[in-house]
């Protein structure tokens, strides 16, 4: 029990900030580019992806601000790639999501520094916790598999709130359902949109992981870190 600081419970994002979900990802749709055959209508897979990415980012931001729903991301962002295929047919692509869900809950590829990171603060005494916008089914079967959800107390999902980050409902409700008090409470994530300005919006402290030493936009986070490691120089 080493926590000398003021912090108690850590929120954690998963997607990028614990897992690595853009490899992860791309392995999985290379995979069902090959699987599927697709290199008969698209030149290559570099070609496929992306198309992919682009679209499935601006879905996901949609999702976050209540634009779509969980259904039209789900179908939309497979869809989008089906389409110069000449396939427009709702069921194949909600086959090829679940293929593509399965596959990546088998990924195991974590952020660098992420295993060593989480054994340092739950040795120390702090109360881990997800806070993600990630489908349940999903996040904890990536969870489980990439050998990290024993050192969490609990998950919590923006299905569990009804609201997605960065909207402080969802903050809220982790403060509240993990009995923490906001002033011991800090989230650590990459986007700055769903974490940070969440988080801040909250009232909560917040450490942006920031690999790529991106400029803070309309106010300073808490901390601004460029790996997980200079964590620990904090906590």
Request: with cysteine.
């Amino acid at each position: 029990m080493r926590n000398r600081t003021k912090y108690k419970s850590l929120f954690f994002d998963f997607d990028d900030t614990l897992w690595d979900t853009y490899h992860n990802n791309k392995e999985c749709l290379e995979e069902i580019y090959d699987a599927y055959h697709f290199g008969r209508h698209y030149a290559s897979f570099d070609a496929f992806f992306d198309r992919y990415m682009p679209h499935n980012l601006l879905l996901w931001e949609q999702y976050r601000n209540h634009e779509i729903d969980r259904r039209t991301l789900i179908f939309e962002r497979l869809l989008h790639v089906l389409r110069p295929m000449g396939i427009d047919d709702k069921a194949y692509a909600l086959k090829l999501n679940n293929d593509f869900l399965r596959r990546s809950t088998q990924k195991t590829r974590t952020v660098p520094g992420a295993k060593e990171l989480l054994e340092y603060l739950y040795t120390g005494g702090y109360r881990l916790f997800i806070l993600s916008n990630g489908f349940r089914e999903i996040q904890s079967l990536k969870l489980q598999n990439c050998g990290f959800a024993s050192y969490f107390e609990r998950i919590i999902l923006s299905e569990d709130a009804s609201v997605q980050k960065p909207h402080k409902r969802i903050f809220d409700f982790a403060l509240k359902n993990t009995n923490s008090r906001r002033s011991e409470s800090l989230m650590i994530g990459d986007s700055w949109e769903a974490d940070i300005i969440g988080a801040q919006n909250a009232g909560m402290d917040q450490v942006w992981y920031n690999p790529d030493g991106l400029p803070p936009r309309n106010f300073e986070p808490t901390y601004n870190v460029q790996s997980l490691d200079a964590i620990k120089t904090i906590l």
